[in-house]
Structures are given as structure tokens and as C-alpha cells.
């Protein structure tokens, strides 16, 4: 029997040859075996022919990219026990790794957080033990409300925003005290929605606001009213005048059941275009005398002392020695808004059993 030899083809000709027959007849168990054999070593060779022809090994597969874990934001909460609240939070979800994955936080997820800060870590396993770990923080505060949510800034060109009459100078909504005090409530309380209106009318004085004064509340219709008036015409109207005017306010704010929150009289530099050295700082005296006694006689409290802060602080006026500056200004609104949580902080007793021992 005559067979071709098995030979490798060059890359591209990949096509191995088999031996053949002519005819079918009775072969020995030699013959046979040495065809067995025969048909092996083809295969071998056919298999050795494909190999060489280009085909590539096969490649173990890349490593899984790093396992990671990200925590979300920090959380406030606010509680209405003294215990604290469940806090249910969104478990973070592993990045990278190989799947399935085993996150675990502790605290978990909806248990009872205490007042005060608690950091909460978390921890994600992967199918082959890689792990990575994440922490944010939880706090919980005992919730605080204010007794007043709406207020009325009443008073003059101060009220309204100007820097400055000779040249014309107004600050933009945003710089004003009423504005910034909203802003500082609703940062302080953030449930709840504060309102503070900006009546203030430039060159007003104490006789005109008396008259407006009226209409002002009956259109605004608040909870509080916020008095800054009397510099305006200070060195030609008596004291008692002035007096009169901001007692016709006050007394008419009452009668709507509005309370009045007071302040005093800024001071003024000799810079000013109206300043006269030997009336006017008297006048101012004078004038604030007359706020603390109407203050002590219609129960308002304690005036909102801004004599005494720009006093100590000169560079709070601007350039014309009357108005404020933008950061006078936020000084004007930090010291309503202390006298506001003074009066009207709602502090739960929650939290004062807390601390007790």
C-alpha cells in the first residue's frame, strides 16, 4: 500500500493530505494496526499544520480592576427625642473587584442614631476577599424652631441700602441688612421659612414714618417689626418730637399684635455732609436715651445697641460718614438676628433633659 508523507505547509497553504484507497477489500489485523497508526500520525500533523498556520495561544484573562468603595455626603437629621432617631441611609455600592460583592455598615443602615456626631464605616468584600472600606458622618440635632417666622425692617435710606446720598451710591438686594438677615435665619432654621420685608424709604424721617407706618403693617402683616429710624433732620427736630414719632410706631405696631424690636441710632462722622460738631453727636445721645426709656415703657426688651457697635468700629460707615458699608451692613443684621434667637429660640426641653445629669 503506497502512502505520500505527512509534510507541514507553509503559513497560508493549510490544508494537511490524507491517504487514500482505491478499493474496499479484507485487510489483515497487521495491515490494520499499521493503518491506525497511519491515521494518527495525520491528524498529528494536520494538527501541527493549523498551529503553524497563525493560530494564537489562548491568553489568560486580565486582572479585575481594583475593588472601591464611596460613601455618600455627610447627613443631618434633626430628632424629636431625647434618644436620637433612625437614620436610614443608602449602603454604598462597590466599584471594580469581582462580583458578588458583601457591604456592611455600622452602624447599619436605619438604626437608632444618637444626638451629636456618629461616623458610620462601611466595609465591601468582593468573591475573592478584596476589600475596601469607606466612612461619612451622621449627625443628629434635637430640632429648634423660631416663635416668628415673618418680619418688617422699618426705617430709612440705612433700611434701604444706601452707601452713600452725595454721590448716589445703593447697594444691590443682596448686600442689604433685611436681605442678609433672612439668609442668616433661614441658614440657622433650615425647616422653616422666613420672610423679612425691606421698608425702608430714603430721607425718611421719624414724622413721616409714623404716618407710613400704618399702611406698612397692614400690607405686610407681620409677626415682627424691625424699628431703625431717627437720624434723618436729627439736628433740627427736638428730641421729644423724635420721641413722639417713634412712640406712634411702636403703639400702633402693638395694636395689630406685632412686636417691635428697637434699635438705636448709629453714630456719625465728622465726615458727614450734615454733621455739626457741637449738636450733633448730643442730639444722637439724646435720641438713644429716649429709645431706651420707650423701649423699658412698652416692654420691647432690650434695644439692638448699634451706637455701641459702630462706636467701637468706626470703619463700618462709609465714605459720606453716615451709611453703613457692606460689611456695616451684615453687622446690622447679625446683631437683629442675635436678638431674634434671644427672644424667640424655641429650644426643646428634649434637649435640655439631655444634658441633665
Keep these: 500500500m503506497r502512502t505520500e508523507p505527512v509534510r507541514v505547509p507553509a503559513r497560508g497553504a493549510c490544508r494537511a493530505r490524507t491517504p487514500g484507497s482505491s478499493a474496499m477489500r479484507p485487510i489483515s489485523r497487521t495491515a490494520a494496526y499499521f493503518m491506525r497508526s497511519l491515521w494518527s500520525i495525520t491528524l498529528l500533523g494536520a494538527l501541527i499544520a493549523t498551529t503553524a498556520c497563525g493560530s494564537s495561544p489562548i491568553q489568560p484573562p486580565p486582572p479585575p480592576p481594583q475593588l472601591q468603595l464611596a460613601c455618600p455626603a455627610p447627613l443631618l437629621r434633626e430628632a424629636s427625642s431625647p434618644i436620637g432617631r433612625d437614620i436610614p441611609f443608602d449602603v454604598p455600592a462597590p466599584t471594580g473587584g469581582t462580583a458578588p460583592y458583601k457591604v456592611e455598615c455600622v452602624p447599619a443602615?436605619?438604626?437608632?442614631?444618637?444626638?451629636?456626631?456618629?461616623?458610620?464605616?462601611?466595609?465591601?468584600?468582593?468573591?475573592?476577599?478584596?476589600?475596601?472600606?469607606?466612612?461619612?458622618?451622621?449627625?443628629?440635632?434635637?430640632?429648634?424652631?423660631?416663635?416668628?417666622?415673618?418680619?418688617?425692617?422699618?426705617?430709612?435710606?440705612?433700611?434701604?441700602?444706601?452707601?452713600s446720598l452725595v454721590p448716589l451710591i445703593s447697594l444691590a438686594g443682596p448686600d442689604t441688612y433685611p436681605y442678609k438677615l433672612e439668609q442668616m435665619l433661614r441658614e440657622r432654621?433650615?425647616?422653616?421659612?422666613?420672610?423679612?420685608?425691606?421698608?425702608?424709604?430714603?430721607?425718611?424721617?421719624?414724622?413721616?414714618?409714623?404716618?407710613?407706618?400704618?399702611?406698612?403693617?397692614?400690607?405686610?402683616?407681620?409677626?415682627?417689626?424691625?424699628?431703625?429710624e431717627g437720624i434723618n433732620n436729627i439736628n433740627a427736630l427736638p428730641t421729644t418730637t423724635q420721641a413722639s414719632a417713634l412712640r406712634t410706631m411702636i403703639v400702633e405696631a402693638q395694636s395689630r399684635g406685632v412686636d417691635v424690636i428697637?434699635?438705636?441710632?448709629?453714630?456719625?462722622?465728622?465726615?458727614?455732609?450734615?454733621?455739626?460738631?457741637?449738636?450733633?453727636?448730643?442730639?444722637?445721645?439724646?435720641?438713644?436715651?429716649?429709645?431706651?426709656?420707650?423701649?423699658?415703657?412698652?416692654?420691647?426688651?432690650?434695644?439692638?445697641?448699634?451706637?455701641?457697635?459702630?462706636?467701637?468700629?468706626?470703619?463700618?460707615?462709609?465714605?459720606?460718614?453716615?451709611?453703613?458699608?457692606?460689611?456695616?451692613?451684615?453687622r446690622i443684621a447679625e446683631a437683629f438676628r442675635d436678638e431674634i434667637v434671644r427672644r424667640y429660640d424655641v429650644r426643646s426641653s428634649l434637649g435640655a433633659a439631655r444634658d441633665r445629669p
Design 262 to 330: 428697637i434699635a438705636t441710632v448709629m453714630p456719625v462722622s465728622p465726615t458727614w455732609r450734615s454733621y455739626q460738631p457741637g449738636n450733633t453727636p448730643s442730639k444722637i445721645q439724646a435720641l438713644n436715651t429716649q429709645i431706651f426709656a420707650l423701649a423699658a415703657q412698652y416692654n420691647l426688651g432690650s434695644p439692638v445697641d448699634l451706637f455701641a457697635i459702630f462706636q467701637a468700629e468706626p470703619t463700618l460707615l462709609g465714605i459720606d460718614g453716615l451709611h453703613p458699608t457692606v460689611e456695616g451692613q451684615t
Design 109 to 163: 443602615s436605619g438604626s437608632v442614631f444618637e444626638i451629636g456626631e456618629t461616623v458610620v464605616q462601611c466595609t465591601a468584600t468582593d468573591t475573592l476577599t478584596a476589600q475596601a472600606s469607606c466612612a461619612f458622618p451622621v449627625t443628629v440635632r434635637v430640632s429648634q424652631t423660631l416663635a416668628r417666622t415673618k418680619f418688617t425692617a422699618f426705617g430709612d435710606s440705612i433700611t434701604d441700602g444706601k452707601v
Design 189 to 228: 432654621y433650615p425647616s422653616q421659612l422666613f420672610v423679612v420685608s425691606n421698608q425702608g424709604v430714603s430721607g425718611e424721617e421719624t414724622r413721616e414714618g409714623a404716618r407710613r407706618v400704618s399702611s406698612v403693617l397692614e400690607s405686610e402683616k407681620p409677626q415682627v417689626m424691625l424699628l431703625l
